[in-house]
């Protein structure tokens, strides 16, 4: 199976809570990241959570990380209409110089 | 400060052919990947340059090739073009020993093969 697997889709109402979940395979991750792509557009970085830590906070980004059941989740709080994206879950580890390896994306709909 | 920059930013070829992609890395950045992103895929990783050499690189046949130069700026080069390459190519910047915090993506490169 792939190494980090997500859930495609995700709708949800304006100022509502968005919550999204990523699962990894590799118990050696280092570093779990969250990107977010918008049409047309590259990668940005969100935020980024190192493996030994079980929680970041970041504005209105929420990062947990379950490392027990490489789980990784990432909550927006009030989310906006220019929050509509693709949002990457990716994992690297120390052996492999920190390269980051995607999930498939979830493409998050902001609707009023 | 500039960030990563890709040129150009959408491209036609015809199969067969061979096509330069160019990437100049973050200010301060000395390592660049390469990475193909197929239409609803996530980015697959393609091959990483640092001084000047191919450090690492992912499952991708020899048709695809780089290279780095001394001033850390990168191309990637596809030879005999297929259909299934079409994809937009993003070019990662870091710098060698930040950890892995530091990479930075450019805007891409949407290669179409016709």
């Known amino acids: 199976g792939e190494d980090v697997e997500q859930s495609l889709f995700l709708s949800v109402r304006e100022g509502d809570s968005s919550v999204i979940n990523c699962t990894y395979t590799d118990s050696s991750s280092t570093y779990l990241y969250w990107y977010k792509q918008e049409p047309g557009a590259g990668l940005q970085l969100l935020t980024y959570i190192f493996s030994n830590m079980d929680m970041k906070q970041d504005q209105r980004l929420t990062v947990l990380l379950n490392k027990k059941d490489k789980h990784l989740s990432l909550r927006i709080a009030d989310t906006q209409t220019g929050d509509s994206a693709i949002y990457f879950c990716?994992?690297?580890?120390?052996?492999?110089?920190?390269?980051?390896?995607f999930g498939r994306g979830t493409s998050l709909i902001v609707h009023p | 400060d500039a960030g990563v920059t890709q040129s150009p930013t959408h491209l036609i070829k015809t199969r067969g052919q061979q096509v330069t992609l160019r990437c100049s890395p973050k200010s301060g950045h000395d390592t660049v990947s390469w990475y193909q992103q197929a239409l609803g895929q996530g980015p697959q990783f393609i091959f990483q340059?640092?001084?000047?050499?191919?450090?690492q690189r992912g499952n991708f046949p020899d048709r695809f090739s780089g290279h780095q130069y001394p001033n850390y700026s990168s191309e990637l080069n596809v030879n005999a073009l297929l259909l299934g390459d079409s994809a937009l190519y993003l070019c990662?910047?870091?710098?060698?020993?930040?950890?892995?915090?530091?990479?930075?993506f450019g805007s891409g490169t949407r290669l179409t093969v016709v």
């Open positions: 990716a994992e690297s580890k120390t052996g492999g110089s920190y390269i980051p390896t």
């Open positions: 340059y640092y001084e000047e050499e191919e450090r």
């Open positions: 990662a910047s870091t710098s060698r020993g930040t950890g892995g915090g530091g990479y930075t």
